[in-house]
RNA sequence: GCGAUAGUAGCUCAAUCGGCAGAGCGCCGCACUGUGGAUGCGGUGGUUGAGGGUUCAAGUCCCUUCUAUCGCC
């Protein structure tokens, strides 16, 4: 039985500020203050569900250098239910992680995951893909579960449309701002900061619309949304290009749902300070390895049955460090569950070494050079 | 030794009255971006145990033979 941490970190006085501590071009570092320690970014955020990050365990995340944790509203209120985590003392405590915590607010899962039902101004009803029974979100709703659940940032409900709908964009961009206000009405926990998100698809004039809306509520932080959901790499690089204009310097900047190690220096090159994505997980359940610079490596393949290398020679993580790819293809062919481990930790530490990377060079006024090189290399395999 | 039953893809099995030899799994590969260890997509795969016969046509009917399982002297 996993004893959750006892200590419990001194709050910040500043809790929720952001602290920009050097710029170069375009590219940010700074530290974010929580009441469960401080954000130094750019950072990459692991994903866990379910209060948890699949198959890796807090010391291993500590070990990996995380800071910073997503955990899903849908899926927590869906299973074991929000008040269940509440009981057991919030999420820090439930997934005995001690250091930032970040929740979704279930919109975007409502949208990709449930069956639908309705969709109207004032929310969801959708059904569960547990078990079908039928539950409806709201704004509100979202932010009483997010409370409830304690994480340190939350997120404001959105909709997040087919971005090359315009139709569809242009209403999720006027609903998302409607519903960020109700969601910061609804708001009672001042030791959680809540995030808004901006929607607006590929469109210049709905991009904008929907930043001045969403940061008219002068909130500590803001997220852009509805990126990385079927648009063109180049589009996402103008829509962020965009975003930097439009949303304040002195605020985090968070790129939901990304991503590969060539979108976090693409998104740091244009002015991105956090990042989540499920691809470096996932991947490791689907047998890939994610290589630092470009390329992956499926270790199903064949060819590594009697390889002896590492993953990546290069790479430091435990898993480089210690196994072969002859056994980590073993361990898969196996079907032991050891390899999504081994693989999430060694995908988890090339976007989390890669964010600390990157926040060294912005620091040490280099990063323009390292984020050349970055992608000629990438652009030579 | 005699008898019964069964032999079809790597595995488990389909294939109507004799009418283009198929499926699932595996194997090989691809995809995966605000997470279901999920899922989707593509590919490889056969001397139908062997040999002969009947027939326009045989996995299917006939003969011989080999192998396996069960039963009986």
Not at 228 to 236: L, T
Request: glycine residues 8%.
């Amino acid at each position: 039985m996993i004893q959750p941490r006892q200590e419990n970190p001194t709050p910040s006085p500043n809790s929720f500020e952001f602290d920009l501590e050097a710029r170069d071009g375009r590219a940010r570092a700074g530290t974010f203050h929580t009441p469960h320690g401080d954000i130094e970014t750019p950072v990459f955020a692991p994903v866990g569900t379910a209060a948890t990050v699949k198959a890796v365990t807090p010391d291993q995340l500590e070990a990996l250098g995380a800071s910073l944790v997503l955990a899903n509203t849908y899926h927590l209120y869906l299973r074991p239910g929000e008040d269940v985590v509440d009981e057991l003392g919030g999420l820090h405590r439930f997934m005995a992680w001690d250091r930032p915590i970040l929740t979704d607010s279930g919109g975007f899962q409502v949208f990709s995951l449930s069956n639908i039902n309705s969709i109207d101004d004032d929310g969801v009803t959708f059904k569960s893909h547990v078990d079908g029974s039928t539950h409806r979100f709201t704004p509100e709703k979202s932010i009483r579960i997010q409370e409830a659940l304690g994480a340190d940032i939350i997120m404001a409900f959105d909709e997040c449309p087919e971005p090359y709908d315009r139709g569809g964009v242009e209403s999720a961009v006027d609903r998302t701002s409607a519903w960020l206000a109700r969601g910061l009405a609804a708001k009672t926990r001042s030791d959680q900061s809540l995030f808004g998100i901006v929607q607006g698809g590929v469109h210049a004039d709905l991009r904008e619309r929907s930043a001045r809306a969403v940061t008219g509520f002068g909130l500590p932080g803001y997220a852009v949304g509805g990126l990385a959901v079927g648009e063109k790499k180049p589009e996402m690089h103008t829509v962020l290009d965009w975003m930097d204009d439009l949303l304040p310097a002195d605020k985090p900047r968070y790129l939901m749902g990304v991503g590969t190690p060539q979108d976090l220096v693409n998104g740091v090159l244009r002015g991105v300070d956090i990042f989540d994505c499920v691809l470096p997980t996932r991947m490791a359940r689907n047998h890939t390895a994610m290589l630092r610079s470009g390329g992956r490596l499926n270790l199903k393949n064949a060819p590594f049955a009697r390889d002896p290398a590492p993953i990546d020679p290069d790479c430091g993580c435990s898993t480089c460090r210690t196994f072969t790819r002859s056994y980590l293809r073993h361990l898969i062919n196996a079907g032991e569950m050891l390899s999504a481990t081994l693989l999430s930790i060694h995908n988890l530490h090339t976007l989390v070494s890669l964010s600390r990377e990157m926040r060294r060079a912005i620091l040490d006024g280099t990063f323009e050079e390292f984020a050349r090189d970055f992608i000629a290399a990438e652009a030579a395999i």
